[in-house]
């Protein structure tokens, strides 16, 4: 474990910024998102909403540079802030599930996380890891169990 993740600075301005933009990607109409960009632009809610159902996102670049930067001081600093995880309850059929909703800020330290651990994950996990790989999920796994009980090379199973 030691031999991973070496040569990587997750207080980068660019490494930042790039895991700033892969987690906004697609995000930009929600309205967390938009109470981020309103918070450190000072622009009303209501333009920054015009602007993204507008689709002009690289208006938003001199936003998502501030956010790096007071991100960047947050890592350095190591204080990190964000809005508590808040629950809601959502009914599926006769099941009541209760889920737990992350602020936009907290998902983006998850992916400058993950980015940052992206080496490890790529030698570390497995083809058969099924369920931590975007794609493969759990029907993957079943498959995969299925075919290695069928072949007459299996004595067991585990």
């Known amino acids: 474990m030691k031999r991973y993740c070496k040569n990587i600075d997750i207080s980068d301005r660019s490494f930042i910024k790039a895991s700033i933009e892969d987690c906004l990607r697609e995000k930009y109409k929600r309205n967390d998102v938009i109470r981020l960009l309103s918070e450190y632009s000072h622009l009303p809610k209501e333009f920054i909403r015009d ?15 501030t956010i790096t930067e007071s991100i960047r001081m947050e890592i350095l600093e190591q ?7 808040w629950y ?6 006769n099941k009541r599930r209760r889920i ?10 998850d992916y400058i996380a993950v980015r ?5 994950f790529d030698k570390r996990i497995g083809f058969y ?11 993957v796994g079943k498959d995969a ?3 290695k009980l069928r072949s007459s090379k299996s004595r067991w199973g585990w």
């Open 116 to 120: 940052g651990l992206q080496e490890l």
């Open 51 to 65: 602007i993204a159902e507008s689709g002009q996102y690289w208006m938003f670049d001199g936003i998502i540079d």
């Open 88 to 93: 809601t309850y959502k009914i599926e059929g």
């Open 100 to 109: 737990g909703i992350q602020d936009i800020k907290q998902q983006i330290y």
């Open 79 to 85: 204080k990190y802030s964000w809005k508590p995880v």
């Open 145 to 147: 169990i299925k075919r």
């Open 129 to 139: 890891q099924c369920a931590a790989l975007p794609g493969k999920g759990q029907i």
